[in-house]
């Protein structure tokens, strides 16, 4: 079976382009939530989606972030446009039951 | 205040030793609570989850929940070379999301 998949793996933007990130969750995981980790802070929680209704997105920074769930499956988040302090790694974990959580391996994102 | 703290560490602790983990949280309605361990460059993955007071042991693992203390550990027996990791505390909150603490450090020395 297939893990959770996240695209790109590294991407290095300037500051004001968009970058749009991917997640691929676990065939028949209805949660997808996103979260960010900051150089030497705490995983933060950033939004949850139960299928392709987000649930939760209590999280998200500001309106220059944009999430979306198509049809249930894959999701993508979007930052438009990009600014310094959004550089981190974002992690894109599924769950079945909200017991356990499956990771992806992040997307790490620089905005020089 | 965070919502679940956690001692960054380094902890250093020598080969075979016990290793505990420990992490608080703030929100009294939380139901369910994990540990999590993220090797460098890694992905997070579960290795316990506890529900109710008490301890609950699976292999060199116990994981022990006070709610009146809104307290969690974990500890680690027979601590091994490949048990050095960051360990993260999380917990599900009431407002059915789940947070992450910083994050323990762990290093085992031969």
């Known amino acids: 079976e297939a893990g959770v998949t996240q695209f790109p793996s590294h991407s290095v933007i300037e500051k004001g382009q968009t970058v749009t990130l991917r997640c691929d969750p676990i065939?028949?995981?209805?949660?997808l939530y996103w979260y960010r980790r900051v150089m030497g802070k705490e995983i933060k929680f950033l939004l949850h989606?139960?299928?392709?209704?987000?649930?939760?997105e209590s999280g998200m920074p500001n309106n220059r972030f944009l999430a979306e769930r198509t049809g249930g499956t894959y999701s993508t988040l979007k930052v438009q446009p990009a600014e310094l302090e959004d550089s981190g790694v974002y992690f894109c974990a599924s769950s079945q039951s909200r017991r356990e959580l499956f990771f992806g391996e992040g997307s790490r994102l620089t905005v020089l | 205040q965070k919502e679940v703290e956690q001692n960054s560490g380094p902890l250093s602790v020598p080969e075979g030793a016990i290793a505990s983990l420990n992490c608080t949280y703030s929100?009294?309605?939380?139901?369910?609570f994990f540990w999590y361990r993220q090797y460098s460059g890694k992905s997070p993955e579960l290795i316990m989850s506890i529900y109710s007071n008490g301890d609950k042991e699976d292999g060199r693992f116990t994981a022990q929940l006070n709610k009146a203390s809104q307290y969690v550990s974990l500890l680690i027996r027979d601590s091994q070379p490949s048990d050095s990791a960051t360990y993260l505390c999380?917990?599900?909150?009431?407002?059915?999301?789940?947070?992450f603490g910083s994050g323990t450090r762990l290093s085992i020395r031969p």
């Open positions: 065939s028949g995981h209805d949660n």
């Open positions: 989606f139960v299928k392709e209704s987000k649930q939760d």
């Open positions: 999380a917990v599900d909150s009431s407002a059915s999301k789940i947070i």
């Open positions: 929100d009294r309605g939380s139901q369910s």
